[in-house]
């Protein structure tokens, strides 16, 4: 009975609050039953965030953060880039031009923000920020032009008490581990200071070595030098410099890391012989290379890094096909990370065969495979990764991070690569509070699609519930090694 | 209880009729019931036409239509393609041969035509048919051999009374404004018949310059002196030739034009110099050009016709990626537009940064990027229409007009572009009879998308009311500036 | 009242069996209930499969089938490639090495198969091999590590009895026509021996001459010789060897086959003049010739087979855009079919074109095009389909023949392509006891599309019975003239 009841008064609990507490669940009544029992077994259960970019200073230092306009808008590429595709500028937004400091009035980028924030309707920021709005802060009535003030003193409020500091946050959103990203050339000062700290809770780093590794990363030959002084390796020889990855790998390990990420263009690789890599490494190093040469070095050593991941054990993910920065004026005026970057078609079957042909039998080896081409789920990662003991795939990413793209990805994979090829979820955010939020949509998410699948007789309700375990909380856990 | 009835008893109208009330809505009831809700808020607004292929000549002289035949069948390549592709020829579709006359008989091709009626279950061609058949002709008896003679004299006996003369049927669909498409070249004599007579309602005009811009275009050179002529512009040099563009362009504006249109093999767009420019202006002005030259030109165009509409406030539509007349005997035999048009690959990342970079950031800018390649709306379209602010999304092309097409357009585009980044619908048909089916398909799958939203906890009802009214009428309306 | 009891307690067929009887059908219950009744109205209909890979002489010698693993693991490619996917060795399912003969206990490989039967969950292996466990060995707790050795007893004793001999289960499985597909240099003798036995089952063959046309086959050029002899043609010339074809396929003819099949890497066709051809014959079968040459061979070659298919009235099949044996090292170790042909993107627009100028038009060929790439469905094929009278869409393939691959299929291709250019079900596979399953599962989903149909309004449900018929019966045998 109460389940007929939930259909036909939905609106009641959807308009007067933020939240429907059977939002993403299938509409038809049994299926949405099964969606129900399913996402009760996985709510409470801890976060695993295996791969994201929260800052580790917050845990380190655990300072409360500022205000509402600074937390929540200027940080989020999702939101700046939809509202400059709606007319509003980036200085409007209180992004500094040229480097130089933005004065803009906070509470006006918010009233601005809030004014717009109908532009985010179908969108899952919306969705993220009505969870974050109504869990987190307490807010019930939808924020807009009349709302706006009132959302942002209540924030800003909060953001002042004790129990909205870093720690006290990931203590309430039940964060069992987060891993950051850092680059290779970071001195791991505040995973340091963590692991001194009294406050046991587990923040892991992962080694990011795209400024080491992408001869067309700004000050390439500088952070390779770097990169030798940090590990006393002479890094003017490819040796050295293989070397000096090992070593570094090590000192990433220490504080916690069990995995690298690489964010290459594509996902080409290249598998040289030592004479051919050898020469190839000293014309980049030099700054005596074509484009070319650098593809073809980024090629390499995305196989090199598989054969070391080989032999320490770190889990290795490539991240390829984003254009960066695609606006000339955008990045030159404003910087990187503005919401500029655009998906381009990614090709994995012949750029993976060259480290596949080394590397993709071994059983020590697991390689993360994500992308920004959906086109490849089907017709070639859910293929690879149905076969390759190696390969896994990663959540659907960035743009496609989203109760249709999140749909798309297990309609479009599961068929040939099964449920435990995938890896479980990635928040993959710097936007701290909105990691619950996150979370609990993929759950729903996924929820729904076994649920679907139960309703249609494609798996047992015994079988949903493992695999709701299984999606929300053990294969993250497995695959990164945590 | 009405809905409950609706539900039990569905196929009682549903068999008796053509068609369903309840057509294209969610099955589950609780769904249905809101997309119900939503459409009865838009089934009646008026219909805002902004792109299509109707001839001025029907709202200026005001005769009467021919058969059903020659009004349904004949000039419409979606009906005649998959006729051919099931056997029959051209020939018995009465299209003439090397532009021979056909002497078939209209009413041997109505009922070749009817025999076959089974051949579009499942096409949108079935459903705009039946809604014309149903709302226009008053037939509820399905389309067949046994009924094809009484469709036949039915629909004749109707086109010769005046309310089915064009302005009263314009009227009867409730059109507040129409464009059709002109080419650069046209005089306009329609249009200026319309304005100059005492019927009082909007049709205007889309400038299309193809046959001036795109070297590969039958009589281009010739075309390109007689555009010279009419703008009295020295269109040998290219700086005559742009001027002849914005002359051009201000003789269309004068007609009611608010906007252009441009049907590039590609979006490939360029950004010379005015040297490099104006040396290619005078390879491909005298024939001596080659193949990778032309599309050059075409893609320099693009950003000349962007730049002059920052000037001038027209609105830019790109409709790229359609290879035309596949077939060389059909097009050898029987011309343009039968029905082998196919859709190809198409890239926007790479080919519009030239364009973007040069005018993507302009506040007056409006362009509307269209596709035939769905892989590009989550992966390339709805990321730059998500960022650049001169960028907005056409509403699903051509093979995509469509039930399933509009769905997955929504399913793929909303998540990163929003809902206000698109335009509302296209009919973009030269088949006036089919315009309210057309709108009527379009506002039914809209109301379905965001009924399925409400009905998930996506959106709110309020906001899905007021989205439905955008989708139907206001995005249309301001993106085309009508 | 019958279908609201299904619906309120669903999990106790499901739970208490290993199928649910409404597996696959829409979760709504009025929708359920029409695709209900149109199943009822073709499960029982006979089989046909006009395409696919047992081997004749099962039927021809009508020997018991060995133990369970030899018949349902060990030749499987979609369970041996995700077992290996997930850490498990190709030695470990008995597959031999270096062609040396495997010592493993065939119950050992049944236990370890059992053991991770879950990573089979969500995909149609697990749907295929449940109904056959449940409909002809009769077994209804889950394979499980618990039940695996009573599984293998199970199966085994029931596969000794002669109910269970290949002749016996071809008329269980109501088959009314099975094609086989055997290479042009096959001499059919088991073809042979069934016409000339008393068992009066259609069993028919179909022309597959990769081997005599790939200059990239192995033993190309020895295959061509051996060509000849076999029809006593002079090979050594182009005009010979076109001969040798078809007299060759006039023997296949003599043996029921109706169509040819062409596995090709991708579907490039050419149409050369005969002296280039005969040139490029020339390189080709001396060993002189580049990369480019030999796929410029076959594409040369789809253009003779289809001027052949014009002749002689063969069915041409192509099946393009399979990367087989992806991996060097389980190609070198234990050679082709062992899960690791990977699919890549394919283009059919600029590739078929010289072919379809030839003879696209042909009133008597009939072309059926496959994909591996599902991005071709609605921007290639279908476009190109709904216009080609000689065009057919084969049925989702391979790693598509999944309920989620089958209804994108429908989604993505019937708005253009309508259904009557499709050609119904090929269950295309050498595992002889999943062949009513496959038959089983796509004649579910064609129901539960069509039900969606006729419970949205689209299509009528006499329509849809109709339809279903076709679907699951019609369209394949009048496609393939059989």
């Not at 599961?414 to 990691?435: K, L, P």
Request: glycine share 6%; aromatic share 10%; charged share 25%.
């Amino acid at each position: 009975m109460e389940l007929f009841e939930d259909m036909t008064k939905p609106s009641r609990n959807q308009e007067n609050g933020l939240l429907d507490p059977n939002r993403l669940f299938p509409v038809e009544s049994r299926a949405r039953g099964i969606a129900q029992m399913l996402f009760e077994e996985v709510e409470q259960l801890p976060i695993i965030s295996p791969h994201g970019h929260t800052d580790p200073s917050w845990y380190a230092e655990n300072k409360a953060f500022g205000n509402a306009t600074d937390l929540i808008v200027k940080p989020d590429h999702y939101l700046l880039r939809m509202l400059v595709s709606q007319g509003m500028s980036l200085d409007d937004l209180g992004i500094p031009r040229n480097g130089a400091t933005s004065e803009t009035d906070p509470l006006q980028i918010w009233r601005l923000f809030a004014e717009h924030y109908h532009l985010f309707r179908g969108t899952p920021s919306r969705m993220w920020l009505d969870h974050t709005f109504s869990t987190l802060f307490g807010l019930d009535s939808p924020l807009g032009a009349d709302t706006a003030d009132q959302y942002y003193e209540t924030i800003n409020e909060q953001l002042a008490r004790p129990e909205f500091l870093p720690r006290a946050l990931f203590e309430r959103f039940n964060i069992e581990v987060i891993a950051t990203t850092e680059s290779a050339l970071d001195n791991l000062e505040y995973h340091d200071a963590i692991l001194a700290s009294d406050w046991n809770h587990r923040v892991v780093t992962t080694y990011r070595p795209d400024s080491v590794i992408d001869p067309d990363f700004e000050g390439f030959a500088g952070n390779v030098r770097k990169f030798g002084e940090l590990t006393s390796s002479d890094t003017t020889s490819y040796s050295g410099y293989l070397d000096a990855h090992r070593i570094r790998r090590q000192y990433f390990r220490k504080r916690g890391a069990t995995a690298t990420d690489h964010g290459h263009p594509t996902s080409r690789t290249a598998a040289l012989d030592v004479s051919e890599a050898s020469a190839l490494f000293e014309k980049v190093i030099t700054g005596d290379h074509t484009d070319a040469d650098a593809e073809l070095f980024r090629a390499q050593m995305l196989t090199e890094m598989a054969r070391i991941s080989v032999e320490d054990g770190l889990v290795m993910q490539i991240h390829p096909g984003s254009w960066r920065n695609h606006s000339n004026e955008i990045m030159r005026d404003y910087g990187r990370d503005k919401g500029f970057d655009i998906p381009s078609p990614t090709n994995y079957v012949e750029a993976l065969k060259p480290l596949l042909d080394e590397v993709g039998l071994e059983p020590n080896l697991t390689l993360i495979l994500f992308t920004l081409d959906e086109t490849a789920y089907s017709r070639e990662l859910a293929p690879l990764a149905g076969a390759y003991p190696c390969l896994r795939l990663g959540p659907a990413w960035w743009f496609y991070d989203s109760p249709e793209g999140m749909m798309r990805y297990r309609q479009l994979v599961t068929e040939t690569a099964g449920f435990y090829n995938t890896v479980g979820f990635n928040d993959d955010t710097r936007a701290f509070c909105s990691i619950p939020a996150r979370h609990d949509m993929a759950r729903r998410v996924d929820c729904a699609f076994l649920a679907d699948y139960v309703a249609r007789g494609l798996l047992r309700e015994t079988e949903a519930v493992e695999l709701a375990h299984d999606l929300a909380y053990g294969l993250a856990k497995k695959a990164y090694r945590l």
